[in-house]
Every structure is written in structure tokens, then in C-alpha cells.
């Protein structure tokens, strides 16, 4: 048993404004926002403009190359990250969630599929397959980056860095079990304090050459392209790091809601990020060598150690929220099909959105730890950095398109010319980051490449698998003339999950055919998860009576809602009494598949199905059934 996604019929055009878990004043959510939503982008200064002019392309440090891209940061923030994140995709909320899934859920729930359905669910799928290239890379260069700034402080740390960035890296994985609901609250003021501290070293650099401010001017970063378009166009690759994290705004937005996210940006991150830019561009005009790391030298010797201490905080939270962010995007996929099911634990009973996922934590884990130990360096680790981000971006941008001219309906004249920017700059930023292919910008396609696979490969297969069941389930009504006539009936209930709601349960078959028995009320019971992220509990159940003791029994949920069956069951009171579960079996098929030769896959992916089956987390914890109460009944299957 499985559960599936459901389309339901189009609707008006119109966005939740907020999520219906998020409470709390504006400011307090904005806080929490802080913390969870920016660390990504917040920790950027550390390493990107020191990879713009140290790192495999570097820039000369004149006045020209400086102010052009500063030019080129200033305007790409503006315009990616205010306007089409800030400004327009948090407007693109699926009952206030967000992220590529969400977003793929609410377009189809929208327009009701149509002919472009297909296409832009294999988007939704290569932006999640991305996103995890992103959740491996994001905790390693950020915990680097943070902890190298040891050696400015004293050169002779520089043996400690790389076994102090991963000791402090498995920590951090080692605590996802406990949950972060109590140290998340601690997350907003230490994040607050960080971006302070970024705008603050930002004006006393900037004190000593206010001229840089001139380049907010886009007449800088013209005259920079137009002096070198070869050299401008790979500068774009490490340019790039500073626009790292504004997906996330969009996926974290479910759980503060869009004003406290926007507000937060608006008031504290953009203006921090602009001062603190500015004042490493300052202070490369008049000390260049200091490109080796502007950000830890725009402090005072005496503060450097105190910075790295904030700064390595900063990234272990940046990490957190990358990490929680895996979490969520895993769960979203189980409960839409598109991945099988994983063990998903609470660890909190009141913060929404507080999941541990163990398989994912472990694995996660293990690729941070070899890309850490592979690429040793954060200036290594940023040529891997950067594709599976700018490939995100540009799905988004594909996605937000057919949702303005197909949902949202805005005008021609305001959609075109404003999309076209949006496609131009997204576009040349990945085009950019394909060069880095060869220094390491493989490792995240190929994880890309893995996951996509590995995505298609399940959906795929679980539809084959439901088709050919169905090729073999007699008709319902049939059944129960046939079977109320000739079988034995026995007191209690029995539950038959099945994943389609038509045709006889291969479980209710077996059991039939081996007991010959039927109980005295029987239900036939399948779950759907609904393209919503929140089910309200009153539209919950669906039960439609058959006759002769039989019901059809359906449980609805949202993508964001762990299924428990029991729970579902003792809220069903037109069901010939209430369900008591010492009286109630529950019977799961287990399927066993058959590989074959018949068109629908490779043989190499039925295998791979075959074994993501096997594997795949039991229907009874993932459906919370009672465990003394379940009989698994296996049967084969060939696709």
C-alpha cells in the first residue's frame, strides 16, 4: 500500500496569504526567519567575492574589475533575489508552502494538468534531484570557509582547519535526532547579531574609500563586460556565491509565512549583505593582497578571532537549515508519490515542520564528510559550487512562467519583458557554471543525475506496478455477491489497504482464498494524498457503503501531513458503529516483483524498483497501524 497524489479540479486564481500553522506577531515570525530562512545567503561574504578574485578565474584587483563586480552583485541581488524571489515567487504559495514541489502542486491543481503535465513534473523532479547536490555542499563550504579564517587569525592553525571543520560537521549530524526546537530558538538573535556584525565591518570599510558606493551605478558593471566579455562571463560562476540561498527562501516558507520573510530581507539581510560587500570591495582598493580573505581582514586584528568564532556559528545554522530542508523535501516526495517511503520521525510536538528523517541524516552525512576530505579547501569546493543552485534558479523561472500566463493571467506587456531578464540572467549564470564542470561542477550534476534517476525510476515503476494489479482485480460488486453468498463470516473488522480505490485488494483475495473467511464488516481502505499541504480533519474522510458488510473507505491528506490511520478510523462513526482495534485486523499485501520483459522499463530499473520496494519503509509504521494488529499477505507481480 502506497500512498498516492491526487489532482483535483482547477480553481480561481488566488494565493493563501499565510500558512495555517504559522502563528505569531510579524516581528517575532521575521526573527525566526532570520535564523532559518538566510543563513544560506547570509554566510556568502565569506567566501564570494574572496573567490572572484583568488579563485580559478581570478580577476585583476584594479578599480575597473573591483567596482564591476560589486556592480554586478549589487544588481544581481536586487533583481533576482527582491524582485523575482522576493517580490514575485513568494506570491506562488501552495496554502502557504513552497519549493519546487509545492509549487508543481499547485500549478497542476490549478490548471488541472493539461498537455505541458508531464513536462513539468519531470522540472519539479530534476529541481529536487538538484537540491540535493545543493543540501551536500552547502554545509561543506560554509563550515570551511568559516573555519579557515584560523589562519588569518594565526598561520600556524592551518594544520587544525580541516579536522576541526569536520569534527564540527559530524556533530552537527550527530544532533538532528534530538530535533532543533529548543536550539532553534536561538537561531533568530544569533543570526541577528551576525548581520549586525556583517553591516557594521562593512561601514568602517567602506569610512576609507566611500567612493565604492558609486558602484551601485549598472555603468560599472557594463564597462566591465564590455572591457573583457570572456573573463566577465566566467567571473559570473563566483559572482553567483552570493545569490547561494535564495531558493531556500522560497522552500522555508511554509514555516514563517511570506510578510515575515520579505520583511526580514527587506529591513536587515539586503541592506547587511550591501554594506558588507561594499566594505570588502573598499578594502581591496587600497590593500589588493587582502583578496586572500577581504572578509576576516576588514576586522581588526584583535576581533578576528571572535569573528571566526560568530562566523562558524553562523554556518553550522546555514547548515541546519539546508539539513531540515532535505527533511522536508523528502517527506513532501513520499507522501507525492514520487519517492518511497522513508522512516520520518517528529521531534517536536508543537513546531510544524520539526522532522528527522535517519536514512537521509546518515547519507548526507557521509557525502558531506567525503567532499570535506576530497576537496579539503573552500576555494576547492566552490568550483562544485554553484551549478546545482543556478539549475534550481532556472527551473523556478521555467515553472513561474506557466503559473503567470496560466494561472495569474498578467499581461503580455509586463510578463514578457520581465520574464525575458529573469531567463537572461538565470541563463548566464548556469551557462557560467558549466565551465566548472571539469574542477569539480561534475559532483553535483552526478548527484543530480542519481537522484533524478533514481525519482523517475520509482514513479515510474509504481505505476506500472498499480496498472498490472489492476489488469488482474475482478470487479468489486462481483466479489461481494460471490464471496457474501459462499464464504463463512466471522465477528470483528477487517482493513484491507489498497492503493487504487476500484477493484478487489490482492490482500482480500489471498485472505479469501487460504481462510475462507470474510468478517462481519470489511473495509477497504486507501489513502490518497491530496496536492494541498494541509487536509482539514472534518473533509478528512470519504466512506461510501457496498452492501453485505463492505465499505469503501478513503483518507485524505496534504503533502505536509504524516498519515495515521487509527487516529482516522476513531473519527469514522457511520460505519455500522465505531472502530475498536482490539476487534480490528488490518491486512497489507506485500508485493514481490517479477522483472520481465514486457514493455514499460529497462530491466536494469525494474531491478532497481524491485529493490527500492524492498527496502522502501513498512505500510505499518509508515500508516502508524497497531503492530499486534497487521497480517502481511505477499503476492508477485510482474512489470
Given at each position: ?464 506496478m498499480i496498472a498490472r494489479m489492476r489488469e488482474a482485480a475482478m470487479p468489486l460488486q462481483v ?161
Open positions: 500500500m502506497t500512498a498516492t497524489a491526487s489532482v483535483e479540479a482547477p480553481s480561481a486564481p488566488i494565493e493563501e496569504e499565510s500558512h495555517p500553522h504559522v502563528h505569531g506577531s510579524l516581528k517575532k515570525l521575521a526573527l525566526g526567519a532570520v535564523g532559518v530562512c538566510y543563513g544560506d545567503i547570509g554566510t556568502s561574504p565569506l567566501y564570494a567575492m574572496k573567490e572572484v578574485f583568488v579563485g580559478h578565474h581570478p580577476l585583476a584587483r584594479d578599480l575597473l574589475h573591483i567596482f564591476g563586480v560589486l556592480s554586478l552583485m549589487f544588481w544581481s541581488l536586487l533583481i533576482v533575489v527582491s524582485i523575482k524571489y522576493i517580490g514575485i515567487i513568494l506570491r506562488a504559495d501552495n496554502k502557504g508552502e513552497g519549493g519546487s514541489l509545492a509549487l508543481l502542486a499547485l500549478i497542476q491543481r490549478k490548471t488541472g494538468g493539461g498537455r505541458w503535465s508531464h513536462s513539468l513534473v519531470m522540472l519539479g523532479v530534476l529541481a529536487t534531484a538538484l537540491f540535493f547536490g545543493d543540501c551536500m555542499i552547502t554545509p561543506a563550504i560554509s563550515v570551511l570557509s568559516a573555519v579557515e579564517g584560523l589562519v588569518v587569525v594565526q598561520s600556524g592553525f592551518a594544520p587544525f582547519v580541516l579536522p576541526l571543520a569536520v569534527a564540527i560537521l559530524i556533530g552537527l549530524f550527530v544532533v538532528q535526532s534530538r530535533g532543533t526546537d529548543t536550539i532553534g530558538k536561538f537561531f533568530g538573535p544569533i543570526m541577528v547579531v551576525y548581520f549586525l556584525v556583517l553591516a557594521g565591518l562593512g561601514v568602517m570599510s567602506i569610512v576609507r574609500a566611500p567612493e565604492i558606493l558609486g558602484a551601485v551605478n549598472p555603468v560599472w558593471a557594463a564597462r566591465f563586460v564590455m572591457h573583457d566579455p570572456k573573463l566577465a562571463f566566467l567571473a559570473l560562476g563566483s559572482i553567483v556565491l552570493a545569490l547561494t540561498g535564495a531558493e531556500a527562501l522560497y522552500a522555508d516558507m511554509g514555516h514563517f509565512g511570506r510578510r515575515p520573510i520579505q520583511q526580514a530581507w527587506v529591513w536587515l539581510v539586503f541592506p547587511a549583505l550591501l554594506l558588507n560587500y561594499s566594505g570588502q570591495a573598499a578594502l581591496l582598493i587600497h590593500t589588493p593582497s587582502a583578496a586572500e580573505n577581504p572578509f576576516f581582514l576588514m576586522a581588526s586584528e584583535s576581533w578576528r578571532l571572535p569573528l571566526v568564532i560568530l562566523a562558524t556559528v553562523a554556518t553550522v545554522i546555514a547548515s541546519q537549515a539546508v539539513i531540515t530542508g532535505a527533511f522536508s523535501v523528502i517527506q513532501q516526495g513520499v507522501q507525492l508519490g514520487l519517492m518511497p517511503r522513508f522512516k520520518i520521525e517528529h521531534t517536536s510536538a508543537s513546531a510544524h515542520g520539526q522532522i528527522y528523517v535517519p536514512t537521509v541524516n546518515w547519507a548526507l552525512m557521509v557525502m558531506v564528510m567525503l567532499l570535506v576530505l576530497a576537496f579539503r579547501e573552500s576555494s576547492a569546493l566552490a568550483a562544485a559550487y554553484g551549478i546545482a543552485v543556478t539549475g534550481t534558479m532556472f527551473i523556478t523561472t521555467c515553472m513561474m512562467t506557466v503559473l503567470v500566463f496560466r494561472v495569474w493571467k498578467w499581461p503580455v506587456w509586463v510578463a514578457v519583458p520581465m520574464f525575458t531578464v529573469f531567463f537572461t540572467i538565470d541563463a548566464l549564470y548556469f551557462a557560467s557554471n558549466l565551465t566548472k564542470v571539469p574542477d569539480g561542477g561534475w559532483f553535483p550534476l552526478l548527484v543530480a543525475l542519481v537522484a533524478f534517476t533514481l525519482l523517475t525510476t520509482w514513479a515510474k515503476g509504481r505505476q506500472l466479489f461481494i455477491k460471490s464471496a457474501a453468498q459462499s464464504a463463512s463470516r466471522v465477528p470483528g473488522t477487517a482493513v484491507f489497504m489498497t492503493s487504487t480505490p476500484d477493484g478487489v485488494p490482492h490482500a482480500l483475495l489471498h485472505n479469501l482464498k487460504h481462510n475462507k473467511v470474510l468478517h462481519e464488516r470489511v473495509i477497504l481502505l486507501t489513502v490518497k494524498i491530496k496536492d494541498v499541504p494541509v487536509v482539514a480533519e472534518d473533509t478528512q474522510c470519504g466512506l461510501d457503503p457496498l452492501g453485505e458488510g463492505f465499505f469503501r473507505l478513503m483518507l485524505y491528506y496534504g503533502f505536509m501531513q504524516e498519515p495515521d490511520v487509527p487516529a482516522a478510523l476513531k473519527r469514522v462513526t457511520a460505519c455500522n458503529g465505531e472502530f475498536k482495534m482490539m476487534d480490528t485486523s488490518f491486512f497489507l499485501a506485500r508485493q514481490t516483483l517479477l522483472p520481465s520483459s514486457r514493455p514499460g522499463m529497462a530491466i536494469w530499473r525494474e531491478k532497481l524498483f524491485a529493490w527500492m520496494l524492498r527496502n522502501a519503509e513498512s505500510a505499518m509504521e509508515f500508516f502508524r497501524l497497531p503492530t499486534n494488529r497487521v497480517v502481511e499477505l505477499g503476492s508477485q507481480v510482474e512489470i
